[in-house]
């Protein structure tokens, strides 16, 4: 009783969830990845944002004044263009 009301209640019941994993069984793999090297690819990806990180928090002010100098510059010339056009 118990297990007719969980297959209703998930939607699936014992006979084609076995099917279902009988099937995928039945792929070839052709190439197998060592958990060691998943972990350290892993370790590299992590590794690598985190210097990323580190190096934007480092030079992050040098990079929100190189963009502030950039539409200060940008801004100027602008105005330059206007008051040229104007005389």
């Known amino acids: 009783m118990r297990s007719d009301l969980r297959s209703q209640r998930f939607g699936f019941s014992a006979i084609p969830s ?10 070839a793999i052709q190439h197998y990845i060592d958990p060691a090297t998943t972990a350290m690819v892993t370790q590299i990806i992590a590794g690598i944002v985190i210097s990323v990180g580190v190096a934007v ?6 990079i929100v004044l190189f963009f502030q100098n ?18």
């Open 70 to 87: 950039l539409r200060i510059k940008q801004t100027q010339r602008s105005i330059e263009k206007q008051t040229d056009r104007n005389h």
């Open 57 to 62: 928090g480092l030079f992050w002010r040098r």
């Open 18 to 27: 076995f099917l279902l994993f009988r099937l995928d069984s039945t792929i």
